[in-house]
């Protein structure tokens, strides 16, 4: 157990409609990152959020969206859903940087599927 | 294009047999880590490498940074079954809470 919680772990939706994905990180961490991972790309880096602020972006459409609320958690906001965003999406967090290394904890991921 | 190439795809062995997985790039990681997925669940940290030319040993696994910091491999002796699983290299491109570059994985297959 990573001490990452992700929730829901399975979404099924249409398209066209909006999904929201929530994760708690471990205790204690200010970093969040979103990934993607898809059967043909891998683990796509989406977003990034430090103690409540975005701090780097990847490959994330206009259509995403995320945040990092006060308590640490961050939700990942899908809307106008098309079949090609169905994936896995994870979180993942990290604390404080032991000899400058980032390592990153993973939650369990959410698989959704877009129909 | 990906910044770091895993190779073998697939990899199919039978128990007791030794392998190597190949991470390669053409970019300088400030760090490298090696993750294990197994099927419905999200990556898990196996170790990371910082320094160039950085062995390190976990078990029957034994992981190595490159000298110039951009490829690394992954050796496992005696494979057993439970070694199944999705293996993912990561780089850090900056010290720092910075965003990982994955790999696309070695999927490896242990037969009993």
């Known amino acids: 157990d990573s001490g990452v919680t992700q929730t829901p772990k399975h979404l099924i939706t249409a398209t066209g409609q909006r999904v929201t994905l929530r994760c708690s990180p471990r205790?204690?961490?200010?970093?969040v990152y979103w990934y993607q991972q898809s059967l043909d790309q891998g683990l796509q880096f989406l977003i990034q959020?430090?103690?409540?602020?975005?701090?780097a972006k990847g490959n994330i459409l206009e259509r995403f969206s995320a945040q990092q609320f006060p308590d640490l958690h961050s939700e990942l906001n899908l809307s106008s859903l098309e079949l090609g965003d169905s994936a896995l999406y994870f979180c993942?967090?990290?604390?404080?940087?032991?000899?400058?290394?980032?390592?990153?904890?993973f939650g369990p991921g959410t698989r959704l599927t877009v129909l | 294009t990906q910044l770091l190439e895993q190779s073998p795809q697939f990899l199919s062995i039978q128990e007791g047999e030794n392998l190597t997985v190949y991470c390669n790039s053409s970019?300088?990681?400030?760090?490298l880590q090696w993750y294990r997925q197994e099927p419905g669940e999200g990556p898990v940290l196996l170790v990371t490498?910082?320094?160039?030319?950085e062995v390190k040993k976990l078990k029957r696994l034994t992981f190595q940074f490159g000298d110039a910091r951009k490829d690394s491999s992954l050796h496992i002796t005696a494979a057993q079954p439970g070694d199944t699983g999705l293996y993912l290299c990561?780089?850090?491109?900056?010290?720092?809470?910075?965003?990982?570059?994955f790999g696309k994985g070695t999927r490896l297959s242990v037969i009993a």
């Open positions: 993942a967090s990290s604390g404080p940087l032991r000899g400058g290394i980032n390592e990153q904890f």
């Open positions: 205790s204690g961490d200010l970093s």
């Open positions: 959020y430090y103690n409540g602020e975005e701090r």
């Open positions: 970019s300088v990681f400030s760090s």
């Open positions: 490498v910082v320094t160039g030319g």
């Open positions: 990561a780089g850090a491109r900056e010290v720092g809470n910075t965003p990982l570059v």
